[in-house]
Nanobody, 115 residues
Framework: QVQLVESGGGLMQAGGSLTLSCVTS????????MGWYRQAPGNERELVAL???????RYGDSVKGRVTISRDNPMKSVTLEMNSLKPEDTALYFC?????????WGRGTQVTVSS
């Protein structure tokens, strides 16, 4: 069973930067895609960044230009870097991994940005 171990997050200052990491465990297989989503209270879960095994990336509209996602090869971990943090970036950030049409989720790591 694929498990995702997230690290990073915490209390940040507006204008600062953060780094989130996610590592797979419980499997010998590399993932087809990995990324991060976030969910703020009262809001739906939204895409932050996703990277495919091909290297193709997709970023959420609210973070474009401020976020970079990178991976190892074969893909078993990803790193998200976000700069110019805003209070509206405050959310629970979830790691996501896709393998053979299955979706796996981490437990989430809280990011709080103070103004």
């Amino acid at each position: 069973q694929v498990q995702l171990v997230e690290s990073g997050g915490g209390l940040m200052q507006a204008g600062g930067s953060l780094t989130l990491s996610c590592v797979t465990s419980g499997t010998i297989y590399a993932m087809d895609a990995m990324g991060w989503y976030r969910q703020a209270p009262g809001n739906e879960r939204e895409l932050v960044a996703l990277i495919h095994v091909s290297g193709q990336t997709r970023y959420g509209d609210s973070v474009k230009g401020r976020v970079t996602i990178s991976r190892d090869n074969p893909m078993k971990s990803v790193t998200l870097e976000m700069n110019s943090l805003k209070p509206e970036d405050t959310a629970l950030y979830f790691c996501n991994a896709k393998l053979a049409r299955m979706d796996y989720w981490g437990r989430g790591t809280q990011v709080t940005v103070s103004s």
